[in-house]
């Protein structure tokens, strides 16, 4: 069985569009039909004071558990210099599994919809590019999700190099 996942990308510590675009070809090796959308500079969400990110989303079609596709990606984040020392801090690469197809998941280790993802226009903005009209459970479409959310400032930006250009 396939599904169709979608992946939260983030970086905001050292050269953020290359290890965004090196990241997005390690993602796309978990499946295949790849897209990834645009990228876009944020500020950060909490946290210490740190520079922005850049973000973006990917979609693929992937036959992957839920559960080991968070933990590949998790292996990518670490291969990638990713250290888990400060909640909300600075990082190398932050992967987030924030959709898989339709389902709900709340177990310790993992929560999908990504539980914040409707709040944030960091995620709705780049995931509306590829997917639109997809439905956030119990929580409507993507586009009706980033009208709720307009006020908060994100820029897409040039300077993301992405093998997987969504259309």
Known sequence: MTVKAYVGMGSNWGDSAALLAAAEKAVALLGWGARTSSCYR????????????????????????????LRLLLRIEERFGRHRRVRWGPRYLDLDLILYDTWVIDTPNLR????????????????????????IPGKG???AALKGVLNQEVDQVDGCVFAYAGD
Do not use: K
């Open 141 to 143: 479409t993507v586009r």
């Open 42 to 69: 944020t500020a950060p969400v909490g946290g210490p004071s740190q520079p922005p990110y850049l973000n973006a989303v990917m979609e693929l079609e992937t036959a992957w558990p839920p559960d080991e596709l």
């Open 112 to 135: 999908v919809p990504h539980p914040r993802m409707h709040d944030r226009r960091f995620v709705l903005e780049p995931l509306a590019e590829l997917a639109p009209e997809r439905v």
